[in-house]
C-alpha cells in the first residue's frame, strides 16, 4: 500500500509559529509512527525542522489543490492533517474522495458536519450534553442583546482551536468581538460561558464503534484579547473522567462518516459539556505515541480498515507546550 501523508502548515511553509510548531511536531510523530510503510510526504521547501530519519520527502511546489489534482491518483490511501477553517479539510477531503483514493480520516460529509460547529450542535442535540448554543448571522447582529449579566463566547461557526473565540459580558463587547471575526459563513456562533476544565478526548473510530484513548487536560489562557490554547498534558485525571469519555464516544459514534484519530473538545463543570468534534489527528497525538502501549500511527490505519485496539494502557504522563516555534514534549513521569 502507498500512502500519502501531509500536515497543512508544514506543507505550505506557512510562517505562523504557533500553527507551525503544532503541525511539524504532529507530522514527526507521525512519521516515526508509520516508518516502515511506504510512506510520501508533501512539505516545503524551506521547512528545516522534520527529522532526518525519514524517507520519500516531496517537496511541493506550486498550488496544493492543483498538485492533489495531478498526482493524489498514484496512491491507495492519503492521510491529511489541515484545519476546518475555511472549509480547508473538507475540501481537500472531498477532492481526495472524488479521485477514488482511501482518506486515513474521516468522510468529507463527516468533516463538513464537524466544520460547521451549529451544524454539530443540531446532529447532538438531545444525544449528548451541550452547552446552550445560537446562530447568528452577521446582517442581525444589532438585533442581538441577550445577555442578561452573563458572559457569552463568541466564534467562528466554521473556526479551528481558539482562533477568533471572545468571551464578551455586554453588547459593545459583543460588536467589537464580532469585528474581528473572520469566516466563511454568513453567520457566526454564539455559546453560554459555562464554568470548568478544558479538556479533549482523543478517539479511535472504525466509523461505527468510537474507542476512547485518552482524557487531556487543555492549557486554555482567557484574556481580553481573547482565548489562547498555550499545550496541555496526557493524561488528565478528573472526577468525572468516565463520564466524558462516555459523552464524546457516544457524539462521535452518532456522527455517520467519523474514522480514525477523532479529538473531541469539552468543558468539564457539574458535568462533561461537549463544545466540538475535530475531524481529525489533533496535538495530544504526540503525547499519546510517547505511553500509549501501542503505534497510534499504524492504530489509526487500521482502524479505517474496521480494526480496533482490544485494548488500551497508558504508561505515564506527557506535557506538551509551545516555545517560539517549537512544540516542547515532555514525559512528567
Known sequence: MKILVFEYATALGI??????AEGNAMLNGLLDDLKDKNVDYLISGDNNDLNNNFNNPIQLEGDLMEWLEKNISNYDSCLVIAP???FILYRITELIEKKGVDIIGSSSEAVMKCTDKYETYKSLKGKVPLIETEKVFFDNIDDYEDFDNKNKIIKPADGVSCSGVTVVGNFGEFKDAISKLQTELPYFIVQNFVEGTSASVSILCDGKKALPLSLNYQDIEISENGINYNGGHVPLKHEIEVQAKNVAKKAVESIEGLKGYVG??????DRAYLVEINSRITTPYVALKEILNLNLGKAILDSIYGELPSKVNLN???SFYKEENKLIIKKLE
Request: glycine letters at 12%.
Open 15 to 20: 510562517k505562523d509559529p504557533y500553527i507551525y
Open 84 to 86: 476546518e477553517e475555511e
Open 264 to 269: 473531541v473538545d469539552m468543558i468539564l463543570g
Open 316 to 318: 505515564g504522563r506527557v
